[in-house]
């Protein structure tokens, strides 16, 4: 497997994916509602199918919120992780706070992981060992990395589906919190990941695979961490999507205090 193949073509079928996406956010779209009573929008589809024929080239497995799962993928090396739309309550509310995430895994562990944020025309990727990069809109790209903080923290938290053991958590350590900062699906994990915040935590047990695994790489290759509420790190291409622990990052380990 060439995977400097793989990772342009990733890089490609992202960008394209983030036009559409940005370019169905300025007109009327359509909404349907699944059968868990969430949304899912033309946008979702679009975005799922242009990432789909982007690598279709590739013997690469597929996993996708917007398609159905074939266990086979269980007995693959490699896999890709999409989620075409990641925060399609905040897309449909055009609050901005939406993004795609894309990522590789190999063998149980991503490898590649890509988010973009189309309402600010930012992409971030990480490759393992090899940090995260930031590319702005025009093309200049700059490596991030975590903040140091320890105190004064800066907390994430979801814009729509923020919850009471979260308030809490944060509600015990407030001592330590300097500000709690709402923001949608994986652009939480792309400002912890420039240091512009420093913990998120989510109790959630409805958030799968798709939600976290791009969102995971970003995190770590610019120094941070990111685990389950057990304090245990992903392993991804499980048979069961959801994360059933939920999840917790921060910008060093010291801050997993906040919910341990």
């Given at each position: 497997?060439?995977?400097?193949?793989?990772f342009?073509?990733?890089?490609?079928?992202?960008q394209?994916?983030?036009?559409?996406?940005?370019?169905?956010?300025?007109?009327?779209?359509?909404?349907?509602?699944?059968?868990?009573?969430?949304?899912?929008?033309?946008?979702?589809?679009?975005?799922?199918?242009?990432?789909?024929?982007?690598?279709?080239?590739?013997?690469?497995?597929?996993?996708?919120?917007?398609?159905?799962?074939?266990?086979?993928?269980?007995?693959?090396?490699?896999?890709?992780?999409?989620?075409?739309?990641?925060?399609?309550?905040?897309?449909?509310?055009?609050?901005?706070s939406?993004?795609?995430?894309?990522?590789?895994?190999?063998?149980?562990?991503?490898?590649?992981?890509?988010?973009?944020?189309?309402?600010?025309?930012?992409?971030?990727?990480a490759?393992?060992?090899?940090?995260?990069?930031?590319?702005?809109?025009?093309?200049?790209?700059?490596?991030?990395?975590?903040?140091?903080?320890?105190?004064?923290?800066?907390?994430?938290?979801?814009?729509?589906?923020f919850?009471?053991?979260?308030?809490?958590?944060?509600?015990?350590?407030?001592?330590?919190?300097?500000?709690?900062?709402?923001?949608?699906?994986?652009?939480?994990a792309?400002?912890?990941?420039?240091?512009?915040?420093?913990?998120?935590?989510?109790?959630?047990?409805?958030?799968?695979?798709?939600?976290?695994?791009?969102?995971?790489?970003?995190?770590?290759?610019a120094?941070?961490?990111?685990?389950?509420?057990?304090?245990?790190?992903?392993?991804?291409?499980?048979?069961?999507?959801?994360?059933?622990?939920?999840?917790?990052?921060?910008?060093?380990?010291?801050?997993?205090?906040?919910?341990?």
């Amino acid at each position: 497997m060439n995977l400097d193949q793989v990772f342009l073509a990733m890089l490609t079928a992202l960008q394209k994916a983030s036009r559409k996406v940005f370019e169905i956010s300025k007109r009327s779209f359509t909404i349907e509602i699944k059968e868990d009573q969430s949304p899912v929008t033309e946008a979702d589809f679009a975005s799922n199918q242009i990432i789909k024929n982007e690598l279709k080239c590739f013997p690469i497995a597929w996993l996708s919120e917007e398609d159905s799962d074939s266990l086979s993928r269980l007995e693959e090396e490699y896999v890709f992780v999409v989620d075409p739309l990641d925060g399609t309550e905040d897309f449909v509310k055009r609050d901005g706070s939406y993004g795609i995430n894309l990522a590789l895994v190999k063998d149980h562990r991503v490898i590649i992981g890509m988010v973009a944020c189309p309402e600010r025309n930012l992409l971030c990727y990480a490759r393992e060992n090899q940090g995260t990069i930031l590319r702005y809109g025009d093309g200049r790209e700059e490596r991030i990395h975590v903040s140091t903080r320890k105190d004064h923290l800066r907390a994430f938290v979801s814009k729509t589906h923020f919850d009471q053991r979260e308030e809490e958590a944060l509600n015990r350590h407030k001592d330590l919190i300097e500000e709690v900062i709402p923001l949608g699906a994986c652009n939480k994990a792309l400002e912890l990941a420039r240091g512009n915040g420093e913990i998120c935590l989510r109790y959630t047990d409805k958030t799968k695979e798709w939600d976290v695994c791009a969102p995971d790489l970003i995190v770590r290759e610019a120094g941070g961490i990111f685990v389950d509420t057990l304090g245990k790190p992903f392993v991804y291409n499980r048979k069961d999507v959801y994360n059933r622990n939920g999840y917790f990052m921060a910008n060093c380990v010291e801050n997993e205090r906040i919910f341990l």
